[in-house]
């Protein structure tokens, strides 16, 4: 079991950052990969980034590519999700997940641990 909360969401104006955040307190955290997603408003859920257990494999989709980062920090139980150059498309809430299997992860499949999620608005 794994009891992911994100934060860090909120508005901020077109070409503006935001950091969010993925944190757990189970002692297995480090062993999950951690994927951000996003739903927009009328829209699908959307897979964004990945990143391995370790951090030493990471993965993006097209949309968000060069624009996000994602981190994570296992020794405090949380993943990153720096987003810089912020697009009005970017409004959204943005989920973490967690699956032990990098495969789901870095493919956005169907992941075990959800988060419930932060809004982030891009808008002037």
Same mark, same amino acid.
């Given at each position: 079991?794994?009891?992911?909360?994100?934060?860090?969401?909120?508005?901020?104006?077109?070409?503006?950052?935001?950091? /969010?955040?993925?944190? $757990?307190?189970?002692?297995?955290?480090?062993? @999950? $990969?951690?994927?951000? &997603?996003?739903? $927009?408003?009328?829209? !699908?859920?959307?897979?964004?980034?990945?990143? =391995?257990?370790?951090? #030493?494999?990471?993965? @993006?989709?097209? =949309?968000?590519?060069?624009? &996000?980062?994602?981190?994570?920090?296992? $020794?405090?139980?949380?993943? #990153?999700?720096?987003? +810089?150059? /912020? !697009?009005? !498309? +970017?409004?959204?809430? #943005? #989920?973490?997940?967690? +699956?032990?299997?990098?495969?789901?992860?870095?493919? &956005?499949?169907?992941? +075990? @641990?959800?988060?419930?999620?932060? /809004?982030?608005?891009?808008? =002037?």
């Amino acid at each position: 079991q794994l009891k992911l909360v994100e934060s860090g969401g909120g508005l901020v104006q077109p070409g503006g950052s935001l950091r /969010l955040s993925c944190s $757990a307190s189970e002692p297995t955290f480090d062993t @999950y $990969a951690i994927g951000w &997603f996003r739903q $927009a408003p009328g829209k !699908e859920r959307e897979g964004i980034s990945c990143i =391995s257990s370790g951090g #030493y494999t990471i993965n @993006y989709a097209d =949309s968000v590519k060069g624009r &996000f980062t994602i981190s994570r920090d296992n $020794a405090k139980k949380t993943v #990153y999700l720096q987003m +810089d150059t /912020l !697009e009005p !498309e +970017d409004t959204a809430v #943005y #989920y973490c997940a967690a +699956d032990l299997h990098w495969h789901l992860c870095s493919g &956005f499949g169907r992941m +075990d @641990y959800w988060g419930e999620g932060t /809004l982030v608005t891009v808008s =002037s």
